[in-house]
């Protein structure tokens, strides 16, 4: 009776935050929708310390996540993305350790970049826990003017590539418990002044801007050995005089026996998307999705592809004994 009490309590709050959160991303989807500079991701579900840095130790294991997305396939140039993700608590005490690897390219533009991440988790309650995270670490930049075909072969400007190191730090706060999240974050606070990569007196306002996340999601018993999850997913640049461009991900998966997630999810001016994770072991999961696009790319290339593997090994006995049946996230 009492842990039927807890979930009810649990499910209410997670339903009044989560509306409470997609109003928020509503009202700012709709002041303004424009392009992003960072990377998005399709199964962000999966792959959040790519997102938040807060999201260190909150598997309660170690956890690895690797996974690439191959956007507009058959469009030369098209963004491709790679991230590699490892994250653990220390010792049993509240704190964790993660690193993060990416690297971004998008024609003859490329983002490289890692990071360490530093979590603390504070216990509130016997079923939630509240983290604060940070990170820190180097961008390399580069564009490779030497890839392109101009029609001046001699023009002086495109006579070699461009690279700069750009350090950068971010911070994130994540609440989470054993069916719900919420979180928001900002890692990349730096903005990085991209004319010093060249003498452009046209271009003094290449920047690498700030960006804002707001997430939040819920899992809800559907049926027996079925359950189901909204969540939603928020991205906000502003600031510095310019206008904020929002970018919205609404999704919904279906967790069959624990095991199979198949779900669908609209990203608002830009694609459908099909998702569908596995899981393979209790050690090991892997993940699908294909997005639609609804612009008029969707005439030009042959749809978005991301592929998502995930690892986990505890290293004591008071970790999970099968950490999917604990955490949906």
């Not at 009202?27 to 992003?36: E, I, L, T």
């Not at 510095?240 to 990203?267: C, M, Q, V």
């Amino acid at each position: 009776m009492r842990a039927d009490s807890t979930y009810r309590r649990e499910s209410q709050w997670a339903v009044r935050l989560l509306s409470a959160a997609l109003f928020l991303m509503g009202c700012s989807f709709f002041s303004s929708v424009k392009a992003q500079q960072d990377y998005h991701f399709t199964q962000f579900n999966f792959n959040k310390l790519a997102l938040n840095p807060a999201y260190a130790g909150s598997r309660e294991v170690f956890s690895a996540t690797a996974l690439y997305r191959h956007q507009w396939t058959g469009f030369s140039g098209g963004p491709r993305t790679v991230t590699l993700g490892m994250h653990s608590p220390v010792g049993k005490n509240r704190l964790a350790i993660g690193a993060l690897f990416f690297s971004d390219r998008l024609g003859v533009s490329s983002q490289t970049a890692l990071y360490a991440d530093i979590a603390y988790h504070l216990p509130l309650g016997e079923n939630s826990k509240l983290s604060g995270g940070l990170q820190a670490g180097f961008i390399n930049y580069r564009n490779a003017l030497t890839q392109l075909n101009p029609q001046d072969p001699t023009d002086v400007l495109l006579q070699s590539d461009l690279s700069a190191l750009l350090p950068n730090v971010g911070f994130g706060l994540y609440w989470y418990s054993e069916r719900s999240f919420a979180g928001v974050s900002m890692p990349h606070t730096v903005k990085n002044d991209l004319t010093r990569l060249g003498d452009f007196d046209d271009e003094q306002n290449a920047f690498l801007y700030r960006h804002l996340y707001l997430m939040a999601g819920h899992v809800f018993d559907l049926a027996p050995n079925v359950k189901v999850r909204p969540s939603g997913l928020m991205k906000w640049v502003g600031g510095d005089g310019i206008r904020t461009p929002t970018d919205l991900d609404l999704n919904l998966s279906f967790l069959f026996l624990e095991r199979l997630w198949l779900g669908a999810g609209y990203r608002f001016g830009d694609s459908f998307d099909l998702m569908m994770e596995f899981q393979i072991t209790d050690q090991l999961m892997a993940g699908y999705a294909y997005d639609i696009t609804t612009t008029d790319m969707r005439t030009q290339q042959n749809g978005t592809h991301e592929v998502m593997v995930r690892y986990e090994l505890k290293f004591n006995k008071d970790a999970w004994v099968t950490p999917r049946y604990i955490r949906y996230f």
